[in-house]
């Protein structure tokens, strides 16, 4: 066919020759014009220099600042209750008293002897300055009011120990008995927590003991109350490192007038060790590739696949080490859509890194 026509292979070679030559260089133009029309859009943001706290996370369970269980110290039946369930006393407030009809009479015929002594001393005393009287007398009268008084003084603990008081200002648990009952020592009859500041203990790995102090501050934060952060400061370190965890106990104080916190939450504590000043990028921006870290940096439009070294971690942040510099542009959204080389598109007018960081320290 191709002899009828007047082709020879030799002229149809050389024609696919030249058509291949045209095919590869002349759409270049067409094909870049089609590659800038599918650049992936991604949002980027300018790596800086900027102030990076680093900072230690610890458990803790908040404690009352002063917590006792009320109870009788002796046995006998209860003859009047004068607190009501969640009530806020005073240090020394009667909360109930016991029977106390014995040890009040004890106490009166104690009271009568002794003022019977007193007179007796008196007039051997008035005596004495006459010589009327032997000094044996007189010694045995000042002997007899002393043990008298000595006896009023335990007759007046024993009565004392019938008045149920407040141990110290706080705010008082469920009552758990009822008024006429027979209670001995132990019978719990409320709690009392101081609750106007709160005690935190928390343990950290002894490495971090040169980054703690007395007088620190630290952040605790419970789930009950989300987003809301008490401020604390730690009171004590204390001398011993657990031989069995490597770890030692940090004991901090945080004021409740408030009231939102109560004995037995689980707080989560933040304590700041130091501030750098750091290169850091959104955390959004790495690409992890087995080991390693990489980021996408912006150069001429197109994405360039970079390996980083970084550091310290913060919520919504990282530090970087090595692999960029201040002022690189990088992608922080989009990552996943683009590989090395990849022609961007970049959404935001101005690459500013300011809105990503404040909200990830937020």
């Not at 120990?161 to 006429?180: N, Y």
Request: hydrophobic fraction near 40%; charge should be positive; charged fraction near 20%.
């Amino acid at each position: 066919m191709f002899k009828r026509l007047g082709f020879s292979p030799l002229l149809i070679g050389v024609i696919a020759i030249v058509g291949f030559l045209i095919y590869i260089n002349l759409p270049k133009a067409s094909v870049d014009q089609q590659r800038g029309s599918r650049a992936t859009p991604v949002m980027t943001q300018i790596a800086g220099i900027e102030p990076f706290a680093i900072t230690l996370q610890a458990l803790g369970t908040a404690k009352a600042n002063e917590s006792v269980m009320i109870t009788p110290q002796q046995a006998d039946v209860i003859t009047e209750l004068h607190f009501s369930d969640g009530q806020q006393v005073e240090k020394g407030s009667l909360l109930a008293r016991l029977n106390n009809k014995e040890q009040q009479a004890k106490l009166n015929e104690i009271d009568i002897n002794l003022a019977e002594a007193q007179r007796q001393l008196a007039r051997f005393e008035n005596l004495s300055l006459s010589n009327s009287t032997s000094k044996q007398l007189l010694d045995e009268r000042q002997a007899r009011v002393k043990a008298l008084t000595a006896q009023r003084e335990v007759a007046q603990e024993n009565l004392n120990k019938t008045l149920i008081t407040a141990p110290f200002s706080g705010k008082l648990g469920l009552r758990q008995v009822s008024l006429g009952a027979f209670v001995r020592p132990g019978d719990v009859l409320t709690t009392l927590d101081d609750l106007a500041t709160i005690k935190v203990d928390f343990a950290i790995s002894e490495r971090h003991l040169p980054s703690v102090a007395d007088g620190q501050t630290v952040f605790a934060e419970s789930v009950a109350y989300p987003g809301v952060q008490f401020s604390g400061i730690i009171t004590n370190v204390d001398s011993r490192i657990d031989p069995a965890t490597r770890s030692i106990n940090i004991r901090t104080v945080i004021n409740n007038e408030s009231g939102q916190l109560r004995p037995g939450m689980l707080l989560t504590v933040t304590l700041q060790k130091r501030v750098l000043s750091a290169l850091v990028i959104d955390e959004k921006a790495l690409v992890p590739d087995h080991k390693d870290q990489f980021v996408f940096k912006v150069t001429d439009g197109k994405a360039l696949k970079t390996q980083v070294l970084i550091g310290e971690r913060r919520p919504g942040t990282v530090q970087i080490l090595s692999g960029l510099d201040s002022g690189d542009e990088v992608v922080v959204q989009g990552t996943l859509r683009i590989r090395n080389g990849s022609t961007l598109r970049v959404l935001n007018a101005t690459a500013n890194p300011a809105p990503a960081l404040e909200r990830s320290q937020g």
